[in-house]
């Protein structure tokens, strides 16, 4: 089977479509995305073969070109490909100050359709899920009836943090994990020199017929807090500054002397 031919078939099958169907034309929009993008790298790694740097291919006839060491037209193309993974070390971000009482508040979402995520014969030695899954995630897993449904529940959630939290941007997948307390609640966890560490981050993971999501909320310690809505609504009076802060709520008020009664007032009052 010639290259072309091999290629055909692989995106053909991360497209989900007939191998005859796919054309030069043909659109590889639906593989730009983050697992999209994981998926074709594999592939390409499995024929033996990669992209040059720089660009990636929009359709399968600049894909070809390109890995035939033809010059792609430039509408062929994307924006450059991202640097190689690296872990660099954690550090919160900093806090940035906002009027609306959610100073420093970030969140980011992730969704993907489950059917993307490539079957396997076995999780624990399919270089995708080797490459992209922690051991403990593997091992959750592969216990749950669709094992594919949690890994891509696993994948939105490494997703989200890093839409959430730069800090993760070039983090690798493998190094970033989701474990499940006592209760079953997911948290996610960074690999370090001295071992995991639990981060604290907020994390939620759902799951439909044929797509997962996450959501991950992380609010840095020194962002202030935010302010409640009906302390908005209703602000607490002024105390004069004289007065001990608590001294509206620690004792009695002292009676105060009614003050002289001047003018049009005293003399209506005087009779």
């Not at 983050?34 to 073969?49: E, I, Q």
């Not at 993907?112 to 995708?128: K, T, V």
């Not at 997703?159 to 939290?165: H, N, Q, V």
């Amino acid at each position: 089977m010639s290259q072309t031919e091999e290629l055909r078939h692989m995106f053909a099958t991360m497209l989900r479509v007939p191998p005859e169907t796919l054309v030069p034309e043909t659109s590889l929009a639906a593989l730009d995305t983050s697992l999209g993008g994981a998926k074709v790298s594999l592939g390409l790694k499995r024929l033996g073969v990669a992209l040059p740097s720089g660009f990636r291919p929009t359709t399968f006839g600049a894909m070809v070109a390109a890995l035939s060491g033809e010059p792609p037209a430039k509408s062929d193309t994307t924006s450059p490909a991202t640097k190689p993974a690296q872990t660099p070390v954690y550090s919160a971000p900093q806090a940035a100050v906002e009027p609306n009482g959610l100073s420093g508040l970030s969140v980011g979402l992730d969704i993907e359709d489950i059917r993307s995520l490539p079957l396997a014969d076995d999780y624990w030695e399919d270089e995708f899920y080797r490459g992209n899954f922690s051991r403990s995630e593997v091992a959750y897993a592969v216990l749950q009836t669709d094992p594919r449904t949690h890994f891509a529940g696993f994948w939105c959630a490494k997703e989200a943090l890093r839409k959430c939290d730069h800090t993760f941007a070039e983090v690798r997948q493998v190094s970033t994990a989701v474990v499940h307390d006592s209760d079953g609640r997911p948290f996610l966890t960074l690999d370090t020199e001295t071992g995991p560490v639990r981060l604290p981050h907020a994390l939620s993971i759902s799951h439909a017929a044929e797509l997962a999501t996450a959501i991950v909320v992380w609010v840095p310690p020194s962002a202030p807090a935010p302010m409640k809505l009906d302390a908005i609504e209703n602000p607490a009076p002024e105390v004069a500054e004289s007065a001990p802060a608590s001294s509206a709520f620690l004792s009695s008020p002292e009676p105060t002397a009614t003050p002289k009664k001047t003018g049009v007032l005293a003399r209506l009052f005087a009779r």
